[in-house]
């Protein structure tokens, strides 16, 4: 009986798996060694554009952003209540530490000749990310996040 019960768990576990789109089962194989997956690399850094992130980031921190590096669209956006409340939320990480390439930011409807960039930024007390997008030498768009969302 008890072989009965578990077998009829397994089945129900099996047609909920493939029901409701579980993860697939791993089934292990008799001999050989699986091909490893290549996993994509990521474009190199562009230094150029890390002392640029490098440099906006400690100039959001201090709260004394220059307008002039930023796209005209975006400057509008640069609304002293805005720079001081990114500030005090950033003055929280402490001093930078560090300044780490994550890898291009895949942005969907952006106009041609937008990049974006993805860095990490290391301080003190936590870490943040910094997406950055710039046009014709020009930053775009400028966010912090606490976790990238697929």
């Known amino acids: 009986m008890a072989l009965t019960s578990l077998r009829s768990l397994i089945t129900s576990a099996l047609a909920f798996a493939v029901l409701f789109g ?9 001999s050989g060694t699986p091909a490893p997956v290549a996993t994509p690399t990521p474009p190199p850094e562009d230094p150029t554009v890390t002392e640029i992130a490098r440099r906006e980031f400690v100039s959001w921190q ?3 952003v220059d307008v002039s590096h930023y796209a005209d669209q975006t400057q509008a956006k640069l609304v002293p209540s805005k720079i001081a409340q990114t500030s005090r939320a950033l003055g929280t990480l402490g001093s930078l530490v560090k300044t780490e390439w994550v890898g291009p930011a895949a942005m969907e409807g952006v106009p041609a000749g937008v990049r974006g960039y993805v860095y990490r930024m290391v301080c003190t007390n936590a ?3 910094e997406i950055l997008t710039i046009q014709n030498g020009k930053i775009d768009g400028i966010m912090f ?6």
């Open 145 to 150: 996040r606490d976790k990238l969302h697929p």
């Open 62 to 64: 201090a709260g004394v």
């Open 127 to 129: 870490s943040v990310y």
């Open 22 to 30: 579980a993860p697939s089962l791993a089934v292990a194989r008799p």
